[in-house]
């Protein structure tokens, strides 16, 4: 029986040029890129992080949480997407300027999500 991926995944939507895989631990984000890559990360005081790299013949995007923020998570999706554009060739930078609007949509996340989650109780999907 082969072994189950104890960390979340999917395939990139709409272009299904890589995988993504969510990493909710700073210690098995380590390890996990150790293996993948062999490279050594420390992501001590880092809230999250995205990480794109070519391994075992896949391509795999590496999407870090490591505070439990839905606002660290709209930051890291930004840079994921963004990524993703550059890989099936959309004209986006990817550079430093993407950086402030991963920013912009975390301060924005920042300040609504509370404003919603009081109102419903709680944060859904659709």
């Not at 380590?30 to 880092?46: H, M, R, V, W």
């Not at 795999?60 to 930051?75: K, P, Q, R, Y």
């Amino acid at each position: 029986m082969a072994k189950k991926n104890k960390h979340p995944e999917m395939r990139t939507p709409l272009f299904n040029c890589a995988r993504i895989v969510l990493l909710r631990d700073r210690e098995q984000a380590a390890k996990y890129i150790k293996k993948l890559t062999g490279e050594e990360f420390d992501f001590s005081g880092y809230d999250g992080f995205e990480m794109e790299r070519a391994a075992k013949n896949r391509r795999t995007i590496m999407l870090g949480v490591f505070n439990d923020s839905a606002a660290t998570l709209a930051h890291e999706a930004g840079h994921v997407a963004f990524e993703i554009c550059s890989i099936v060739g959309i004209p986006t930078p990817n550079d430093h300027t993407n950086e402030t609007f991963c920013y912009l949509v975390q301060r924005i996340m920042e300040k609504f999500l509370p404003m919603i989650k009081a109102k419903r109780g709680r944060w859904t999907t659709s």
